[in-house]
């Protein structure tokens, strides 16, 4: 897995990690 967080990897990335720390 290359680290290139494109603009919608990290949009659908952020939210999850977002809500799964919430």
């Given at each position: 897995?290359?680290l ?12 999850v ?5 919430r």
């Amino acid at each position: 897995m290359p680290l290139l967080p494109t603009a919608v990897k990290v949009q659908e990335y952020t939210p999850v990690m977002y809500i799964t720390e919430r």
